[in-house]
C-alpha cells in the first residue's frame, strides 16, 4: 500500500491549503486515516484523524483551523487548513496505522510527506 500526498506549498498567513492523501494498492478497507506534522529537530506530531465511520480527533491547538474528511470510496483523506501560521510551517505527513489488503494487514503505513510553508 502507498499513501500518496499533495496539496502542499507556500502560502501567507491567513491563508488556506487543502492537502489530499490518497491510497493506493490492493486495498480491502482502511479504518483510521491521518496527518501527522513535523518540523526539523522536533518530534512528529499528531495533526488530525478520522475513522470510516466519520469519528474525528484533532490536535487541540489546531481545532477550529483545520478541518480532516475523507472520501472512503476513493480511499481518499484530506486536511482543509485555514487561518494559517508561520508555526504551522512543517512536513505534513499521512498516515494509516492500519489497512486491510488482500489476504493480510499492513500497519504503520506513512505518505512520503509534503511540506507546507507558511510566510508572515
Known amino acids: 500500500v502507498q499513501l500518496v500526498e499533495s496539496g502542499g506549498g507556500l502560502v501567507q498567513a491567513g491563508g488556506s491549503l487543502r492537502l489530499s492523501c490518497a491510497a493506493f494498492?490492493?486495498?480491502?478497507?482502511?479504518?483510521?486515516m491521518g496527518w501527522y506534522r513535523q518540523v526539523p529537530g522536533k518530534q512528529r506530531e499528531p495533526v488530525a484523524m478520522?475513522?470510516?465511520?466519520?469519528?474525528?480527533n484533532y490536535a487541540d491547538s489546531l481545532k477550529g483551523r483545520f478541518t480532516i474528511s475523507r472520501d472512503n470510496a476513493k480511499n481518499t483523506v484530506y486536511l482543509q487548513m485555514n487561518s494559517l501560521k508561520p508555526e504551522d510551517t512543517a512536513v505534513y505527513y499521512c498516515?494509516?496505522?492500519?489497512?486491510?489488503?488482500?489476504?493480510?494487514?499492513?500497519?504503520?503505513?506513512w505518505g512520503q510527506g509534503t511540506q507546507v510553508t507558511v510566510s508572515s
Open positions: 498516515n494509516t496505522p492500519k489497512v486491510m489488503v488482500l489476504g493480510a494487514a499492513e500497519f504503520d503505513v
Open positions: 494498492g490492493s486495498i480491502v478497507s482502511i479504518d483510521v
Open positions: 478520522m475513522a470510516s465511520n466519520g469519528d474525528t
